[in-house]
């Protein structure tokens, strides 16, 4: 059950470790994080969206994405209604709701931890055959 190794997802945005974003981020499909972004960063409802941060990936706001893989920081809280990932260098300083979470060892959460209902998990694609 716990043997697979998540495929990266396809990745449709780049924000290079250069690279910093001030204010809110709205997106679709793939988001891989290297720089840093100063607001809150969700999905847009209903689509299959997925945010992967590196080790140099940091986010100071909220977090609302399905499906999330966490290497960076994130001063916020997280909302992933399909998955959390958290490599061994994740930090996270705020609360984390989740379906399903997988952490590795060096992990690290100073906040509260959450697990969604199972209506959540069955309502996310009902909703996205509706729209």
């Given at each position: 059950?716990?043997?697979k190794v998540p495929k990266p997802g396809r990745i449709d945005t780049l924000i290079?470790?250069?690279?910093?974003v001030n204010g809110d981020l709205g997106f679709a499909g793939g988001l891989h994080l290297d720089g840093a972004?100063?607001?809150n960063v969700q999905a847009?409802?209903?689509?299959p969206s997925s945010l992967s941060v590196s080790e140099s990936g940091t986010i100071e706001g909220n977090v609302d994405v399905p499906s999330?893989?966490?290497?960076?920081?994130?001063?916020g809280?997280?909302?992933a209604r399909e998955r959390l990932v958290l490599g061994a260098n994740a930090r996270v300083e705020g609360d984390v709701f989740?379906?399903?979470i997988e952490m590795t060892l060096g992990a690290q959460i100073?906040?509260?931890l959450t697990q969604l209902p199972a209506e959540s998990q069955e309502m996310a694609p009902a909703e996205a055959v509706g729209a």
């Open positions: 059950m716990f043997s290079g470790k250069a690279s910093r972004i100063a607001g847009e409802p209903g689509t999330v893989m966490l290497n960076g920081q994130v001063k809280d997280i909302h989740y379906s399903v100073m906040g509260k």
